[in-house]
């Protein structure tokens, strides 16, 4: 990544825009990704003024978010030590530090770099390990309100290891 910032101005649109390529058939995981996605964008476009408060949005529904999708592997033997976990744990990390260069020494650049970079990350993520996840939590029949497996025959013998996709192993 070079030291140059990004040009940030009204009329910019946001790096990603909700499509019917993120969607995977999956209502409520895809509408916690429509509800990154403008939460992300609503980041991108804020001003100077309320950027570190739309950040603090973003942050918060992604800690949700993230704690809602490693709470759904465990309840169906996607190990929670597995690397869709541990990427969770290193965006939420990322971003923290982010709010706090922010925050302390107004490095709004920053902010506004990693809102950006989100934006290029999230649709690999999604279309590979939560798409894998979906698939997953289809075949049990996961019901996420109430974390019941209605199919528990096709729980895997053991944790899935990995992200659970072709993506890594």
Not at 123 to 151: C, I, N, W
Request: contains cysteine; aromatic residues 6%.
């Amino acid at each position: 990544m070079t030291t140059e910032t990004l040009d940030f101005t009204a009329a910019r649109a946001p790096t990603l825009a909700w499509s019917d390529a993120l969607g995977l058939e999956l209502d409520f995981m895809d509408d916690t990704h429509r509800e990154f996605v403008d939460l992300l964008g609503a980041t991108e476009m804020a001003q100077d003024d309320e950027l570190l408060d739309r950040f603090v949005d973003l942050i918060a529904h992604t800690e949700e978010h993230f704690g809602s999708e490693d709470r759904w592997m465990a309840d169906t033997h996607f190990s929670s030590s597995n690397c869709h976990s541990m990427q969770h744990n290193v965006i939420l990390q990322v971003m923290r530090e982010g709010l706090k260069r922010g925050k302390e020494q107004g490095d709004l650049a920053l902010v506004r770099q990693m809102a950006h970079e989100l934006g290029l990350w999230f649709p690999q993520h999604a279309q590979t390990m939560d798409a894998a996840l979906a698939l997953h939590l289809r075949g049990v029949g996961y019901d996420e309100a109430t974390g019941v497996v209605s199919k528990p025959e096709g729980l895997p013998q053991g944790e899935i290891h990995g992200c659970g996709g072709s993506s890594c192993s």
